[in-house]
Nanobody, 125 residues
């Protein structure tokens, strides 16, 4: 059974940092796209960052470029999202996703096979 489990969320003040982890079990995501999404109350889900596990190519939404870094640890089948210089507008439930064939249109048309349950990130001013 495929399972994605996120961890690392929490509450921080503006300018703080958090590192999210997504541990995958039941499947090894080689040569696929994995990503992080978020959804704030009353807003639509949006793509935050993605990585193609075959090449290591990364993709970010404009508002997090230079602040967030997505990475992978293939040895333990884990996806990470390092978030620095956090802002109140980053407050949301963060979800990891995996199993999309390529990262083309990963945010506009997310076709990931597997999703985690989410971890809450709250940034206070």
């Amino acid at each position: 059974q495929v399972q994605l489990v996120e961890s690392g969320g929490g509450s921080v003040q503006t300018g703080g940092s958090l590192r999210l982890s997504c541990a995958a079990s039941g499947y090894t995501y080689s040569r696929t796209c994995m990503g992080w999404f978020r959804q704030a109350p009353g807003k639509e889900r949006e793509g935050v960052a993605a990585i193609y596990t075959g090449s290591g190519s990364t993709y970010y939404r404009d508002s997090v470029k230079g602040r967030f870094t997505i990475s992978q640890d293939n040895g333990v089948n884990t996806l990470y999202l390092q978030m620095n210089s956090l802002k109140p507008e980053d407050t949301a439930m963060y979800y990891c996703a995996a199993g999309m064939t390529t990262c083309v249109a990963w945010a506009q048309d997310p076709r990931f096979n597997d999703w985690g349950q989410g971890t809450q990130v709250t940034v206070s001013s």
